[in-house]
């Protein structure tokens, strides 16, 4: 993106009009593990690079990601609508309208939001992108080397993912 002078047109958006992707770049069988998280992402659009910004949708028993925790980046919720539960090493938080949770790089204590309502979630989720880092997943065996800005999602042994189903 460039430098120049931007239009009050292209400095704005309605999220509402933004195609929301669902899906999961998890290697199986732990892309399942996501398939009810939705994602509308706005910085592209606006032409933010230094970090992300999108509003998750999660449907009743969907989870945000994987838990996991970055050595780079830091993340930042924030429920627009709905409860969500946190689910950390130390067990589970709910989370309800308004509230907001900071997740800052380096601190191994993993993080996902779970919905477990009958009703969907709609948060806010910040992060900025460190071009090399590593991403920790506790509960499966799955790592993630960020290398160049791109996910390199290895097993914990450092193995490739093979062609399971």
Do not use: C
Not at 20 to 44: F, I, N
Not at 132 to 149: H, K, L, Q
């Amino acid at each position: 993106m460039s430098n120049a002078k931007r239009t009050a047109a292209e400095l704005t958006v309605d999220p509402k009009l933004l195609p929301e992707e669902s899906g999961s770049p998890y290697p199986k069988p732990y892309d399942a593990l996501v398939a009810g998280r939705h994602r509308t992402r706005l910085s592209p659009v606006l032409g933010l690079s230094s970090y992300g910004v999108n509003i998750v949708r999660i449907e009743p028993g969907g989870q945000s990601s994987a838990r996991h925790w970055h050595s780079e980046q830091d993340e930042f919720v924030y429920i627009l609508e709905g409860e969500a539960t946190l689910v950390t090493d130390e067990g589970e938080t709910l989370l309800s309208s308004g509230m907001a949770a900071g997740f800052p790089a380096g601190n191994p204590n993993g993080h996902t939001l779970a919905n477990r309502s009958d009703n969907d979630v709609l948060a806010l989720e910040v992060g900025d992108r460190p071009r090399i880092e590593d991403v920790t997943y506790p509960d499966i065996d799955m790592a993630n080397a960020v290398r160049d800005g791109k996910p390199h999602f290895l097993r914990k042994d450092g193995s490739p993912f093979g062609g399971e189903d």
